[in-house]
């Protein structure tokens, strides 16, 4: 199992609670600008990962890791 947070294109999910915009570069692999839906976070099986598209920069991943722990008040 793994957990996922699911990014979207649609910047306008920015305005709710627990996103975060994440700007493209090339180590993350990202087009356009995305929001990361930490409030959708999910569990899935690996088997279902088909393939690794690029790796969040740290500034990001701390981000993210805050919005996660302020959601789970952990």
Request: proline fraction near 4%.
């Amino acid at each position: 199992m793994v957990v996922v947070i699911p990014f979207t294109g649609s910047l306008e999910k920015d305005k709710f609670p627990y996103t975060h915009l994440v700007e493209p570069s090339l180590a993350n692999g990202l087009e356009k600008k995305s929001v990361a839906l930490v409030f959708q976070i999910a569990a899935m099986d690996r088997k279902r990962l088909l393939k690794k598209i690029g790796v969040l920069d740290e500034k990001d991943v701390h981000a993210i890791g805050a919005l996660l722990k302020d959601m789970l008040n952990v």
